[in-house]
């Protein structure tokens, strides 16, 4: 069992950054993807980053190409996304989910089994 808390979240100006990070419990967080969701006011969860469990290959959605960044570190146990040029439209919740390295879907939600609580991130206009 994995258990993710994240944190980091909070109020910036559009054009600002923030750094979330997700604290992973357990002794093989090293076998696990990583990856971060968001969902926005009145919308689904989507995805927005993955990076598989050796930290070799990492995954983007489009709208965030070249502003994010996820990173891991194993010994630590934790992931972290550096968002950078925040838009009002990053306004979300943004959660940390993990699953057991596999090689398909990473960009899936529904392939994920541990989910930390969410952390709220607000982008003023």
């Known amino acids: 069992q994995v258990q993710l808390v994240e944190s980091g979240g909070g109020l910036v100006q559009a054009g600002g950054s923030l750094r979330l990070s997700c604290a992973a419990s357990?002794?093989?967080?090293?076998?696990?993807?990583m990856a971060w969701f968001r969902r926005s006011p009145g919308k689904e969860r989507t995805f927005v980053a993955a990076?598989?469990?050796?930290?070799?290959?990492?995954y983007y959605a489009d709208s965030v190409k070249g502003r994010f960044t996820i990173s891991r570190d194993n010994a630590k146990n934790t992931v972290a996304l550096q968002m950078n040029s925040l838009k009002f439209e990053d306004t979300a919740v943004y959660y940390c989910a993990g699953r057991r390295g596999s090689t398909v879907y990473i960009m899936s939600q529904n392939r994920y089994d541990y989910w930390g609580q969410g952390t709220q991130v607000t982008v003023s206009s």
């Open positions: 357990g002794r093989t967080f090293s076998s696990y993807d």
């Open positions: 990076i598989t469990e050796n930290g070799r290959n990492t």
